[in-house]
């Protein structure tokens, strides 16, 4: 009960949250590496879950892959990363490390969220005389879209949690609160900024929801 005293009183100090390495500083980091890994990792993920999804051809061998990259810690493909030749490449073996992490859930609900389209629909389509583009945009897309936007509201959230790696290889984020605890000693820090963490993730966990939910009623969806 002391620890987490102690860690409420370290959050609740104004001095903890002003400066370079306050809280709003570190928070803005944070969110700043999860936008750019999420955005990167869908420009790589989507575009190929939905064509494979489309074509119904080597979709399997790709979800596959991605998910056996699930397998490798996070933290494991940093430190080859940082050991490569990218390593004095400031962020972006942290980054690269992120894309392959948050790649697996976009691609898996994508493709299956595409595959999952009514075979009959896809049929009615096509013999109004809609071309493979204009049958993937207009018809599979839509129909797809809830189980897209759930991969994208769990790749997010695993995001936010696993970027605290990045404090790890020298970048900045909340991890950068836990690891300064760790360094002074300081069990409270290390508890609060695990705190700080736990709370983002589940505030951008009810965004998505928040989200999916105004959504139009074929984008909502809970997905798996």
Same mark, same amino acid.
């Given at each position: 009960?002391?620890?987490?005293? =102690? ?32 955005? #990167? ?77 009514d075979? =009959?629909v ?26 897209? *936007? ?7 959230v ?15 984020? #909340? ?6 605890g760790f360094?002074?000693a ?9 705190? *700080? ?8 966990e ?19």
């Amino acid at each position: 009960m002391t620890t987490l005293t =102690d860690a409420w009183s370290w959050l609740t100090t104004a001095a903890h949250w002003s400066g370079e390495n306050g809280v709003w500083h570190r928070l803005v980091e944070h969110l700043f590496l999860t936008v750019v890994c999420l955005a #990167l990792s869908c420009l790589l993920a989507l575009p190929v879950a939905l064509v494979l999804g489309h074509l119904g051809k080597g979709g399997g061998l790709a979800v596959n892959l991605a998910n056996a990259g699930r397998a490798v810690p996070t933290f494991a493909v940093l430190v080859l990363l940082l050991l490569s030749p990218l390593g004095p490449y400031g962020e972006w073996p942290t980054i690269i490390a992120l894309v392959l992490f948050a790649v697996p859930p976009l691609l898996t609900n994508a493709y299956v969220g595409m595959r999952g389209v009514d075979a =009959d629909v896809v049929r009615a389509a096509r013999g109004m005389g809609m071309t493979g583009a204009q049958t993937l945009t207009r018809v599979e897309l839509p129909l797809a879209l809830p189980m897209i *936007l759930t991969g994208v509201r769990i790749a997010a959230v695993q995001l936010v949690a696993t970027a605290t790696v990045a404090a790890l290889a020298g970048g900045g984020g #909340l991890g950068r609160i836990i690891t300064a605890g760790f360094n002074l000693a300081s069990t409270p820090q290390v508890v609060a900024g695990a705190v *700080l963490v736990a709370a983002l993730a589940l505030l951008v966990e009810g965004v998505f929801e928040g989200v999916q939910r105004l959504a139009p009623a074929g984008a909502r969806g809970s997905g798996a």
